[in-house]
């Protein structure tokens, strides 16, 4: 559905049927005015291009317009239309670029008047105007690369000629938004307005008026000169060690370096070389497929509910859970409750939040007023009784079955009969949790992931009596608190944890067989994973892992194989991070490689007789990653997870796996699902029944 409405003010009559556009007003002389008015999130798709095309022809050729105003709605333009990626859409003329050189090259000047948003193509569509004025709460940005392409409709030449090559790039390899103040301040922009339309208007008439219209950015050079080879040599080699394997920052850098040292022409040629390079690139429909798995994941299937409304939460502990979870509510403008068993404990936590608060403030990662704010927000408490009238409870306790029942049956007295009961378990039975209270439908997990102020993902789990509402609720809440929900089933780890275990154990037992801690994680790592899984567990604590592996055993098959490594290290006093020394050792958080640990694992790999495997990186690889596909399968087929795109973003949002690759399933798709079937055949030999194929690995290979 889409409307490009054009306002002509006292304009002859266009024929404006013809082109699908509508006169609503006729008061100002001389003035076009065309806005895209294309719900969501006005995307230039073909529809919208062709109808602004013809917009900006019926302007140019009537008489009486002197000259054209472009504005959206409430935002201005996400850009391109991403549902046009995927390839199976027949793309309508004029393309993104055509039009913009349009734009560009129009009679009659034209002023962009911004309100909201200008993402990727609606940026780039602005910087092809002679004026560009917006709102004082506009944003603007070019995330393409998040999408592993470039803005490739002329944005990395025009940009750089009007903001300079180092804040270009920036803007561009980052993707990140500005907001209208730093947009002026760079150049972006020329004005910022309370009154865009009318502000607009007067601008347009008065370059219409004068004939004085500002150099096109195409043309300007004050900027782009004086930079030589061995800046643009620095910019690239910067922009790839950050870009983990994702290849389209190192394009954005080279695309600017042409905007500084070729003609316009050219270097928008240059440019759609290498837009054309970057979408044949796998990495671009990798992320266009999470992007899109991102949104649906928010959807459930038959889910009718509407959410409760929650303007006041409890966050019981204020451990680090308690305290990351309590400020991603005081973020999002959501007053809080933290509490805790006394005084100190709650104070530690309360001064652990301020010192959180100033060292975003320090990295202007957040303004000394909302820093402020977000504090405020946060009230204390000792014990349960004192929690008032929340809507909600999130716990994040010690992952003990018993001490949890025990908290949620006080919860259960001491809240109104409305508040939902949450769980930050990772990975506790949440029906089990639910029996302690008289109200198991207001029961539910609610996963966050460490640092939650900061991990995007919330991982919302139903127990089998939680009821829709609840469920809503809590799928509402990750979008209120900027991060991406997605529903699992009730089971021991949800999606993330019950995969993870697959692919910690494999690694483990790749060292059980001779393979180095350091070679394993290396891999991974290269591979675009932030740690490998042996740093991890140094990180999550060796103790920890000891102590959830001595109940999960308990549960186990006969038969199946443990790898026990982690208790070696762990029975020499090694406890990973936190005491210095795990598989590896630390100087305050670098990690280094150990001799003592090659002695304890040598001698744990004789006294128990293990072969030694002689395994290629990429067979590390396989190993690591074909049993975490194996297990999401097994997800799906008992309804742990609701669709293949919901582990994605799981491991995508939570664990940190390489957003170009798409997540575990898609990158399984891509290796082809008969590598993890045979993978999981050879494992399941050696491990145990837990590591068989899953049963509907061939439905899956057959449904695409
Ligand atoms: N094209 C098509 N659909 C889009 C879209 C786009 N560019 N951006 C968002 N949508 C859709 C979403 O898929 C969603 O659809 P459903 O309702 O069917 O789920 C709907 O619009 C609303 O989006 P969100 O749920 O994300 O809403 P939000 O308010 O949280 O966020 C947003 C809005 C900030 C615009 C966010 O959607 C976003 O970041 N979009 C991506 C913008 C982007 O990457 N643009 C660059 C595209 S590439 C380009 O422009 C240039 C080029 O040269 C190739």
Known sequence: MYRTRVFIFSAPILSLREIRVSIIERTVSGIAILQIDSPPVNAFGGAVRAALARGLAAACAAPDINAIVLCGTTLFSAGADITEFSGDKVRLKPMLWDLFTLLEASPKPVVAAVDGLALGGGTEC???????????????????????????????????????????????????????QQALALGMIDAIAEDLLSEAIARAKAIAATGNRPTAALRRTDKVSGFDRAYFAEQRSKAVAKARGLAAPAAIV?????????????????????LDALRANPQHMALTTLFQAERAAAKVPHLVATPAPVSRVAVIGAGTMGVGIAMAFANAGVDVVLSEVDTAAVQRGLSTIGQNYENAVSRK????????????????????????????????????????????????????QHTILGTNTSSLDIDEIAKTTSRPGKVVGVHFFAPANVMKLLENVRGSLTDDTTIATVMALGKRLGKVSVLAGNCDGFIGNRMLHYYSCSAEFMVEHGIAPTRIDAVAEAFGMP????????????????????????????????????????????????SGKGFYRYEGRRRLPDPDVTTILEEHVRRNGFARLALTDQQILDRLLLPLVNEGAKELADGTAIREGDIDVVWSSGYGFPRHEGGPMYWGRRVGLERVKAMADELGQCFGANWMPASNLDGLLKSH
């Open 531 to 578: 740690m490998g899984p042996l740093a991890l567990r140094d990180l999550v604590g060796l103790d920890v892992t000891v102590l959830v592996r001595k109940q999960r055993m308990a549960r186990q098959p006969l038969g199946t194989r443990t790898p026990l490594v982690v208790e070696a290290l762990h029975a020499a006093g090694r406890l990973g991070m936190k």
């Open 254 to 274: 080279d695309c600017v370096e042409a905007a500084c040292t070729l003609p316009p022409r050219e270097g928008l040629r240059f440019e759609r070389s290498l």
């Open 126 to 180: 602005i910087l092809a105007t002679d004026y560009r004025i917006a709102t004082p709460s506009a944003r603007f940005g070019l995330p393409e690369v998040k999408l592993g392409i470039l803005p490739g409709a002329g944005g990395t030449q025009r940009l750089p000629r009007l903001i300079g090559p180092q804040a270009a790039i920036d803007l561009m390899t980052r993707g990140h938004t500005i907001d209208a």
């Open 365 to 416: 990662a957040i303004d000394r007023d909302a820093a402020d704010a977000a504090r405020a927000r946060i009230e204390p408490a000792v014990g349960l009784e004192a929690l008032g009238p929340v809507d909600l409870v999130v716990e994040a306790i010690p992952e003990e079955m018993a001490l949890k029942q025990q908290l949620f049956a006080t919860l259960d007295r001491v809240t109104p």
